[in-house]
């Protein structure tokens, strides 16, 4: 579903994507594909899976995007910010003391604050006394919180994007009741996703403009033999702001068809728009 935004005099709209990749240099076609049919300003990409050296920017650069902001490893996690706006004090963070890259942030134009998430996925187990990689996700979610819980400004103008690998809402899943023992969206995951969001006063832009209970989903698994027909998916990736941003959310939308693409990853990405002032976001190339 897509609400067009309203032309404000003064105001040019600032797209912001998330795409969790999965594997850049595989999808790297895809990815240049997307910044050309939808020209998002930024996109931010999780699961990378490339060490800082290897990463594919040649491609991105000869579409416009000659802002790239990278932190990854070789084989797992990554994240990665594509702009074609200029990118200031890049930064990341070590959640969780791992090591792993899972995090990375930059100012954008008119001092935008922009947070790129992959949070960890949680394995299989719900249970974090027999499942270390579910222990860690929830610690990686009370961390979040307790940052932006600490570092509240109410006069910051942030975004948080990424893969949360949380489905929080009810309309967020294709089952409610048959995925609550199922990692992503279990209550004790919901509950803290919900602290997070409060700790940060975050506004979810996507459900800001497409309230419950219409469905949305981001996410449809690789198992699926038919993933379109049994449409039985999840919203994980997410586009939240501040309050100070929140008037501004003019636009979203759930790229579902990129799901159909050969060799496509197994989420898909998410676009919002916000209308921000022009000397904001600045003059971006077409």
Not at 3 to 29: F, H, Y
Not at 91 to 102: E, I, N, P, V, Y
Not at 172 to 189: I, N, Q
Request: charged content about 20%.
């Amino acid at each position: 579903m897509t609400i067009r935004p309203k032309k404000n005099a003064g105001t040019r709209p600032l797209r912001i994507a998330t795409w969790n990749i999965n594997s850049v240099r595989l999808r790297i076609e895809l990815v240049c594909r997307v910044l050309q049919t939808w020209q998002p300003d930024v996109l931010c990409l999780q699961e990378t899976k490339v060490v800082d050296g290897d990463f594919p920017r040649a491609p991105l650069e000869a579409v416009g995007y000659g802002e790239i902001a990278i932190r990854g490893q070789k084989s797992y996690n990554g994240v990665a910010i594509i702009s074609r706006l200029p990118l200031a004090n890049v930064r990341a963070q070590d959640w969780c003391g791992k090591g792993d890259c899972r995090h990375l942030a930059a100012e954008l134009p008119g001092g935008i604050e922009l947070h790129n998430f992959y949070v960890p996925a949680g394995g299989d187990i719900p249970d974090p006394e027999q499942n270390d990689k579910f222990a860690h996700k929830l610690a990686f979610l009370q961390e979040m919180a307790a940052f932006f819980g600490q570092d509240r400004q109410a006069a910051a103008r942030r975004i948080l994007v990424g893969d949360l690998n949380v489905a929080p809402l009810e309309a967020d899943v294709w089952s409610h009741k048959a995925l609550l023992k199922v990692v992503s969206h279990t209550p004790v995951e919901v509950a803290l996703m919900a602290e997070l969001a409060s700790a940060g006063q975050w506004i979810d832009a996507v459900r800001r403009i497409v309230p419950e209970p219409t469905r949305l989903y981001s996410w449809w698994s690789y198992r699926s033999p038919n993933w379109e027909a049994a449409d039985k998916g999840r919203r994980l990736d997410h586009v939240w702001v501040s309050p100070p941003l929140a008037p501004a959310i003019a636009q979203a939308e759930i790229l579902k068809p990129v799901r159909g693409w050969e060799v496509a990853s197994d989420h898909v990405p998410v676009l919002v728009t916000l209308n921000v002032p022009v000397e904001a976001s600045g003059d971006a190339p077409a």
